[in-house]
């Protein structure tokens, strides 16, 4: 495993100047060495070049690091079929991002700023070769072991070490390439009484400190020989919430998709709502509402959780309080390959974008 995190060796850097009200935005070019170079060199050299890359001069102390006051988004770049290099809905991450700053009294990075900036991050990046090229092999396993750019713009305050509110935040965009999320086996979950999210608190925005939880609960799933967990509600611990950072689907015996409403303990993913539009779109009743742990064991045939890290990844079966239910047979449902069969085949422009998702660089 890669000790360093490899990073792309352009980064976009932006701080909010409260005096004048306005974003100063610069390019933080870490070095210039083409990715074939990089193919080439020695394993320690390889790493100090991605360390430094991931030095961005941020304060050491800050709210962030200190507090957990923090936001970020996951988007990412696909290469396409035709050659070009697309986003997908950076316009709905923007505005998401935008929301979580808002959530927390946070100067608002402009959104038309998020999607520029995010356009001209992957054509500079592109240019040194660090955007994968499409392979047409990915299509025979419909895009499972395919690549793409996973792009993490986020904010972070400015020095700062008593608890309090940013003022004069920095917006960062750095990525790496990435190809599947999960390590593929086992696909099981289990449900968790940890909390990942409180009513009035700040499940519903990309705040960094929510996902604290959500290392604690995974690991101990993985270490009882889960892929992931899944969150019940903190009330009354009975109604499903989410996977460990991805929102969760459940195919009905009657034929319907349900998918938990969004509320403000729920994370609005944009493959969620991507999915539950592409679903409208096959035919297939669609429904946001309360779902509970017994209805899911009693009635659930599929189930899959989605997310741009995750795409949409079928769960086999989920035990709560020791009781394992096993969905078709552990095989990945009809219904849910389906959809990632559309997904994916329009995010790497294999297949018509029939909604205009995707914005080519
Ligand atoms: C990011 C995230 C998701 C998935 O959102 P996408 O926009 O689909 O990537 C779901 N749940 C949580 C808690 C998340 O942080």
Redesign the pocket.
């Known amino acids: 495993m890669a000790f360093n995190l490899e990073m792309y060796p352009i980064s976009y850097l932006a701080q909010y100047d409260a005096t004048t009200k306005t974003w100063n935005e610069k390019w933080i070019e870490a070095d210039s060495i083409p990715y074939k170079e990089l193919l080439h060199m020695e394993e320690n050299q390889r790493q100090q070049i991605f360390q430094n890359r991931n030095q961005l001069g941020l304060p050491a102390v800050s709210y962030t690091s200190q507090y957990g006051y923090g936001v970020f988004e996951?988007m990412k770049a696909y290469p396409r079929k035709d050659g070009k290099i697309s986003i997908f809905r950076p316009d709905r991450?923007a505005q998401?991002f935008a929301n979580s700053l808002r959530g927390l009294y946070c100067p608002v990075f402009p959104e038309e700023l998020y999607v520029k900036a995010s356009l001209e991050f992957i054509r500079k990046n592109a240019a040194l070769g660090y955007v994968p090229e499409y392979d047409a092999g990915w299509e025979k396993d419909n895009f499972a072991s395919a690549s793409a750019v996973y792009m993490r713009p986020f904010m972070n305050s400015e020095a700062a070490i008593g608890v309090g509110i940013s003022h004069a935040p920095y917006v960062i965009i750095c990525a790496t390439t990435v190809s599947s999320y999960f390590k593929g086996g086992n696909t099981k979950a289990v449900t968790t009484n940890r909390i990942?999210a409180t009513p009035h608190g700040t499940g519903y925005i990309?705040c960094a400190s929510?996902?604290v939880i959500?290392a604690l609960a995974k690991k101990e799933a993985e270490d009882a020989g889960y892929m992931e967990v899944i969150y019940l509600d903190a009330q009354e611990h009975k109604y499903i919430q989410?996977?460990s950072?991805?929102?969760i689907f459940f195919h009905m015996k009657d034929g319907t998709l349900v998918t938990p409403e969004l509320g403000d303990t729920i994370?609005p993913?944009?493959?969620?709502s991507s999915v539950i539009d592409l679903a409208r779109q096959e035919g297939v009743t669609t429904e946001e509402r309360p779902i509970s742990i017994q209805e899911v064991m009693s009635d659930a045939v599929g189930c899959f959780v989605?997310?741009?890290?995750a795409g949409i990844t079928p769960i086999e079966s989920i035990t709560h309080e020791g009781k394992e239910t096993v969905f078709n047979n552990r095989v990945p449902g009809e219904l849910g390959e389906k959809l990632q069969r559309i997904l994916k085949g329009t995010q790497y422009g294999a297949l018509e974008d029939t909604n205009n998702w995707n914005v080519i660089v």
């Open positions: 996951g991450n998401r990942r990309k929510n996902y959500s989410e996977g950072s991805c929102n994370l993913g944009i493959t969620r989605t997310g741009t890290a």
